[in-house]
């Protein structure tokens, strides 16, 4: 599949309240993106995970356009977002049982699931896969154009391929400006990592990506979980990943950027010991309840950057904030990136992942 040039146009911006859905319906900046999204363009909108950039999803060029803007490789599958549970049966088909028992508790929601395709879902769309990944998402700008432009949107990221996805509409910008045609402002996500994608489609439920539907929380619903290897590790030789997407290089900042685990006393130390010697250009990525720590070192020296990603005692906050603060880094300038890590219970699993893809699996465990 080849991918279009992007031609230069000019991007609207327009601002949004995420207002009450039927309010949202008589908004003409919604009619006018839902008239962008069927006349073939592409329109980015908030959803709850991170910003998406649609496009029709049964519109084999349209949903090139979306590779072409992206820079996304065409064997990188697009997910699907509709407006209503029962729209899943205009894309997919042989649906188990298990995702009504998974779409009654977790949709709308940060949860995507991997079906058996419909052929009328083109392969532009799937990545040339007999599968599709399907969402409904809990966001109400998202929803309102997804039922006004009357067909389902094919929406990864917003951001250019390779970088930390959008949870703002200015990161769009920066990215998309002059690609896409529209921009809907809803300020800012509320998870702020993507959304957990579960693959259905064989025996045993497949955790293709950990997000904020955590691995716990599908365990509670399906008797066995499986977690695709491509989550915890950097995969060697003929190991596959299910989801195509993971084996890219992903969320990276321009740094390069190294993980350090271990315990809370000897990951400061190591961290403290890194930027006292170097003159380099250097971010510490740490937590509020450590932050102060390094205040002798950051007022001394002043290529230290030392950037909280939340506190320890709400990891929401970390996910919430962890893209944001990678773009923060490229815009900084920084050479060297050390991250805490965080412990991979619940949406930890999820921040953790984002954290190894970033820095390419580097962990320096001390
Ligand atoms: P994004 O929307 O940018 O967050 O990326 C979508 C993710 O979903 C990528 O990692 C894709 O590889 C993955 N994905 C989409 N469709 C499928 C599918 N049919 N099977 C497995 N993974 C998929
Ligand atoms: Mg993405």
């Keep these: 599949m080849e991918t279009k040039e992007t031609e230069i146009k000019e991007t609207i911006v327009k601002k949004i309240d995420n ?13 006018l993106a839902a008239d962008i999204i069927k006349s073939g363009g592409l329109v980015a ?63 709308p929601g940060p949860m995507t699931v991997v079906l058996k395709k419909r052929n009328i879902v083109p392969d532009a769309t799937s990545g040339g896969l007999d599968t599709v990944a399907v969402r409904l998402p809990d966001n109400n700008i998202a929803r309102a154009i ?12 917003a951001n250019t391929s390779g970088r930390p996805s959008p949870t703002k509409a200015i990161h769009v910008l920066e990215d998309m400006n002059g690609k896409i045609d529209m921009i809907i402002d809803g300020g800012t996500v509320g998870i702020g990592v993507e959304s957990t994608i579960i693959d259905l489609t064989s025996d045993i439920p497949t955790l293709l990506r950990p997000g904020a539907v955590t691995l716990e929380m599908l365990e509670n619903t399906c008797k066995r979980v499986d977690v695709d290897p ?22 990276a900042p321009k740094a390069d950027m190294k993980l350090v685990r271990g315990n809370e006393s000897d990951v400061l130390k190591y961290l403290k010991g890194q930027i006292q010697n170097s003159d380099r250009l250097i971010a ?9 720590m390094f205040d002798t070192v950051s007022s001394e020296k002043l290529n230290i950057k030392v950037l909280s990603l939340g506190s320890s005692k709400n990891p929401e906050s970390i996910a919430y904030n962890l893209f944001d603060i990678l773009r923060k880094c490229d815009e900084l300038g920084v050479e060297y990136i050390f991250s805490e890590s965080f412990d991979e219970r619940g949406i930890g699993k999820a921040i953790m992942n984002r954290l190894k893809k970033a820095a390419g699996f580097e962990i320096i465990d001390v």
């Design 284 to 292: 510490v990525l740490t937590v509020d309840e450590h932050k102060d």
């Design 45 to 107: 909108f908030p959803t709850e995970t991170v910003y998406g950039l649609g496009a029709d999803a049964f519109m084999e060029e349209a949903a090139k356009k979306i590779y072409a803007a992206k820079g996304r490789p065409s064997d990188n599958p697009l997910i699907v977002h509709i407006s209503e549970i029962r729209e899943v049966d205009d894309i997919a088909e042989c649906i188990p049982d298990i995702f009504y028992s998974l779409a009654k508790k977790y949709w």
């Design 19 to 31: 207002k009450d859905i039927d309010k949202l319906y008589q908004d003409e900046d919604i009619r």
């Design 230 to 251: 491509a989550i915890e590790h950097l995969l060697t030789g003929n190991e596959v990943p299910k989801a195509p997407g993971m084996k890219y290089k992903h969320y």
């Design 146 to 157: 997804i039922k006004e432009s009357g067909v389902p949107i094919a929406a990864p990221s």
